[in-house]
């Protein structure tokens, strides 16, 4: 085999209260990694805008460690069509990151794990967020719900219920290069334990929602007194934005990872255009545009 393609999809991390643990793959957006053997060096094309350097390259720091790990002596091109959007919130780093370490393992016929999948993956987002993080990748590699645990890495998956649909609303706005990096520098450096303890029983609810395939469970859980409060002021007309869903028929809202999309987690039954709207109406009265998009859990990363 002298290539392989292997297609990744986007993902929702946090889901409110699951704060780095948890994630959720989305059928919304896809990123394409093709890695062919050639030369003798590490080579990035894109016609996307991404950095071109393998270390600065969420998927070209997955190959140049997993490289150096499996002692691959072949030089490689890697090509790499973004679907998915970068900056919003809808894990884009991870979505090519994983495509990288699914490809790569294909091509070179490894066998390997999911979680040294997962692990591989994780290292992509040193390039983009600064530090190693799984939610996104695990969701992008495993597909559906996931459960992060670390030392050591341990990622549980669940099958979400077939008529959870997802309402995301993307604003028109300009993000910061180290958005993450800006987000996560907004957060409490202490919390109160009351406040952990509701954080917890909701995070806990939400596993148990996607256990009993219960929708409402899950989206009546989606509360998050932490984290959401602290970087809502990142979001221009986040409160009306998440009202407005709310009072359209969302079971659930809140921000989509580190922002600035916001998610709403509804059932197949619900109006999902009519929620759509009234997330669109929020940001307007912010003065921001937005794309909005009806999407599903989807499966995860695999080779064309």
């Known amino acids: 085999m002298k290539s392989v393609i292997a297609r990744a999809p986007c993902s929702t991390a946090n889901l409110g209260p699951g704060f780095d643990v948890f994630g959720l793959a989305l059928d919304a957006y896809y990123d394409e990694v093709k890695i062919i053997k050639k030369g003798s060096k590490i080579i990035i094309e894109s016609s996307d805008s991404v950095p071109l350097e393998p270390e600065k390259n969420s998927a070209g720091l997955v190959i140049k460690e997993m490289v150096k790990e499996f002692k691959i002596k072949s030089g490689l091109l890697i090509k790499i069509k973004k679907g998915v959007p970068a900056g919003f919130g809808m894990g884009s780093s991870a979505a ?11 091509l070179f016929d490894l066998g390997l794990d999911h979680n040294t999948l997962v692990k591989f993956a994780g290292i992509g987002e040193k390039a983009s967020a600064g530090s190693i993080h799984y939610d996104n990748v695990s969701a992008s590699v495993l597909g559906g719900f996931v459960i992060v645990r670390t030392d050591p890495l341990d990622v549980i998956r669940i099958d979400p219920p077939k008529d959870l649909v997802l309402c995301v609303a993307i604003p028109k706005i300009s993000v910061p290069k180290k958005k993450t990096e800006v987000s996560r520098g907004v957060l409490p450096k202490q919390v109160k334990l009351s406040d952990y303890v509701k954080n917890l ?5 939400i596993t ?7 929708v409402e469970l899950i989206g009546h859980s989606i509360k998050d007194i932490i ?14 934005v998440k009202s407005g869903a709310l009072e359209a028929g969302a079971l659930g809202v809140t921000i989509s990872g580190a922002g600035p999309s916001v ?13 759509c709207k009234a997330m669109e109406k929020g940001f307007v009265a912010a003065d921001t545009k937005c794309t909005t998009i009806i999407c ?9």
């Open 296 to 304: 599903r859990p989807s499966k995860g990363a695999f080779v064309l």
């Open 227 to 240: 984290v959401e409060p602290a970087r809502k002021h990142l979001i221009p007309g986040f409160d009306k």
């Open 208 to 214: 148990a929602g996607f256990i009993k395939k219960d």
């Open 201 to 205: 029983a909701n995070a806990s609810a």
């Open 96 to 106: 090519s990151a994983a495509a990288a370490a699914v490809a790569f393992n294909a």
């Open 263 to 275: 998610i709403s987690f509804t059932s197949k039954s619900a109006d999902h255009k009519k929620i």
